[in-house]
């Protein structure tokens, strides 16, 4: 599955066809009463820091299947899926009858959801194809609208893509590699005339409901690396170690690059070097990032960043749609006389660490700690994410899977890294500034300058 953004995809010209939830479906979700479960942690913040903007935080799914799709077929496949998972069931609005606690949600029961085909028209080029899609996702997947998604297909006599955008509210970046595998299968179920057979799944309003409920406080272990990252910051999380030429708050277009880290040999010979250190390929990228700031002057004791972390350790929601990302403190030092073995350790080291913060909700463990000093939109953080893992990842090379992200805005910096047969690929999000252009090139050349220079023995 590869990741790029909205203005780096190229989607082949073909005619566009949407569903949108029927008119009886909306009636029925305006009936429904108040559910109990609040909104995530994630979802809260999300709602608060996007409110009053122009374009949406969406993240999207692309797929092909041969042929000129049967769009009945399709819309059942669609319609199969949704109902399947309850959080795509979901609305948020304000509270009926004036209160003032926030946001309300409202849980369509999945037998009365149904959808609606419309055709939005002929594309003849890329671009336009491009630019309407964003405009479609920019107007539908907002937090505070039902569906706030949009489901939808490129029709072409020999391919037709599949897609579909969605408010952040509503997944995560491991929710559309599930998505695109569920809905392959349930399409072909479905067009041959076979039942669906997929595992069953908990509901994310579940889980949104668990993160809240009362718990015992964490113990000091759980919380000390959050505590030991706000202090060497002020209680503020850290930011990119070099200068992005932007006011902190005062967020630029957003800069992106996508490029291939390594090819699949390199990357296999990249990961035996990290196994045989003690590490991983996540940690031995954290020890390369680390290191490749030390050499630009940008860190002269600890590098300091957050990673996301899925949640999904409750064999339920291994198969749940959702957010189910929380963030965890990474902070080692590096010593670049040691090299990158030396480094590697202490990144493992800290992984390890962080890996434990992850088992105490993040209210309850910001709750023990005081809180964040909200400095920036944005933090620094790197994800990683193997592609090669999923289920159906055997098919990718004949459905073309994509990974597609809105551009917006930034503050800081964000490298998202992701795996698949091919090699490792880096997606970067930063401020569009001459300064922060410069000094991200001068980065993303150091780190793959440290990353070509691991090698065996």
């Not at 993240?59 to 049967?70: E, K």
């Not at 003849?124 to 309407?132: E, I, Q």
């Not at 409901?209 to 209680?235: I, M």
């Not at 990673?307 to 189910?324: S, Y």
Request: aromatic fraction near 10%; glycine fraction near 10%; hydrophobic fraction near 40%.
């Amino acid at each position: 599955m590869r990741v790029t953004t909205i203005g780096r995809y190229a989607p082949e010209p073909g005619t566009v066809v949407e569903w949108r939830a029927a008119p009886a479906a909306l009636a029925a979700m305006a009936e429904q009463p108040r559910h109990p479960a609040p909104p995530s942690f994630n979802q809260r913040l999300h709602m608060d820091a996007v409110a009053g903007q122009d374009v949406g935080t969406w993240l999207a799914f692309a797929f092909d299947l041969p042929g000129r799709a049967d769009l009945d077929v399709l819309e059942a496949a669609f319609t199969h899926w949704i109902r399947r998972h309850e959080t795509l069931r979901s609305a948020f609005g304000a509270p009926r009858g004036g209160g003032a606690d926030g946001v309300e949600r409202r849980v369509l029961p999945a037998a009365r959801l149904r959808l609606v085909r419309s055709e939005a028209g002929h594309f003849g080029t890329s671009a336009r194809l491009a630019a309407h899609l964003r405009r479609g996702f920019d107007r539908r997947c907002r937090p505070l609208s039902w569906p706030s998604y949009l489901p939808g297909a490129i029709v072409r006599p020999h391919r037709t893509t599949v897609f579909c955008g969605f408010d952040h509210c509503d997944v995560d970046g491991y929710s559309l590699a599930l998505a695109v595998h569920e809905l392959y299968e349930i399409h072909q179920a479905i067009s041959h005339g076979r039942p669906v057979e997929l595992p069953e799944t908990g509901s994310f309003v579940d889980y949104c409901a668990r993160e809240w409920a009362p718990r015992p406080p964490p113990g000091r272990d759980q919380v000390r690396p959050w505590r030991e990252l706000l202090r060497s910051g002020d209680g503020a999380l850290p930011s990119f170690p070099l200068d992005l030429g932007v006011r902190a708050g005062r967020p630029e277009r957003q800069l992106t690059e996508c490029r291939r880290l390594m090819d699949g040999p390199a990357a296999a010979m990249f990961e035996e070097v990290c196994r045989a250190g003690g590490g991983s390929v996540f940690t031995g990228l954290l020890a390369s990032a680390g290191l490749a700031a030390r050499r630009l002057g940008g860190v002269t004791d600890g590098f300091r960043l957050v990673t996301p972390l899925h949640t999904r350790t409750d064999p339920r929601w291994r198969t749940a749609v959702g957010w189910f990302i929380q963030a965890a403190p990474i902070a080692f030092d590096v010593d670049a006389a040691g090299g990158f073995p030396q480094v590697l350790t202490a990144a493992h080291r800290a992984f390890r660490e962080a890996l434990a913060t992850a088992e105490v909700p993040l209210p309850a463990a910001l709750a023990a700690v005081g809180g964040i000093r909200r400095t920036r939109n944005d933090v620094f953080m790197l994800s990683y994410i193997d592609y090669r893992r999923f289920p159906g990842a055997e098919r990718y090379p004949g459905i073309d899977p994509w990974h597609i992200s809105n551009e917006t805005i930034a503050d800081d910096a964000q490298f998202w890294v992701s795996r698949t047969a091919d090699g490792l690929f880096l997606r970067v999000r930063g401020p569009d500034t001459p300064i922060a252009r410069a000094n991200l090139s001068a980065y993303l050349a150091a780190w793959t300058d440290v990353l070509t220079s691991v090698k065996p023995g």
